[in-house]
Nanobody, 130 residues
Framework: QAQLVESGGGLVQPGGSLRLSCSASGFALDLYAVGWFRQAPGKEREGVSHIGASGGTTYYVDSVKGRFTISRDNAANTVYLQMNSLKPEDTGVYYC???????????????????????WGRGTLVTVSS
C-alpha cells in the first residue's frame, strides 16, 4: 500500500530543535516533489516548505526562513525537515505531501487551498513549550 509516514515530532522547549522525517513506502518518492505543511489548533493549514524531486529547488515561507531546512535522501525514500530555533508559534501538526507536479505543491505552500495532492501523510505533532 502506497503511503507517506511522518515521524520525529514531540515536545521541545523554545529555542530547541527537531528533525521531522517523511518516509514513503509503496512508491518511488524520488519522482515526486514534497511539501511540508502544518496546522495549529483552531487554525487553517499552512505551507512551510517544499523541495523538488531532485532536491535542487527548495522554498521556505518567511516565518521559518533561516530556521528550517528541507532536504531529501532519495536512496532512503525520505524527505527531512530540520527545525532549529523553534518558537511556540511553530506548534502544530506537521504533514508532508507528495505530488508529481512540483508547481501544484509550490502553489499550496505559498497559499493553502484544500485540493488534492497525490499523497498525504497523517501528520506528526510538534509542541514548542516551556
Amino acid at each position: 500500500q502506497a503511503q507517506l509516514v511522518e515521524s520525529g515530532g514531540g515536545l521541545v522547549q523554545p529555542g530547541g530543535s527537531l528533525r521531522l522525517s517523511c518516509s514513503a513506502s509503496g512508491f518511488a518518492l524520488d519522482l515526486y516533489a514534497v511539501g511540508w505543511f502544518r496546522q495549529a489548533p483552531g487554525k487553517e493549514r499552512e505551507g512551510v516548505s517544499h523541495i523538488g524531486a531532485s532536491g535542487g529547488t527548495t522554498y521556505y515561507v518567511d516565518s521559518v526562513k533561516g530556521r528550517f531546512t528541507i532536504s531529501r535522501d532519495n536512496a532512503a525514500n525520505t524527505v527531512y525537515l530540520q527545525m532549529n530555533s523553534l518558537k511556540p508559534e511553530d506548534t502544530g501538526v506537521y504533514y508532508c505531501a507528495a505530488d508529481l507536479d512540483h508547481a501544484k505543491i509550490a502553489t499550496l505552500v505559498v497559499s493553502w487551498a484544500d485540493y488534492g495532492l497525490d499523497y498525504w501523510g497523517r501528520g506528526t505533532l510538534v509542541t514548542v513549550s516551556s
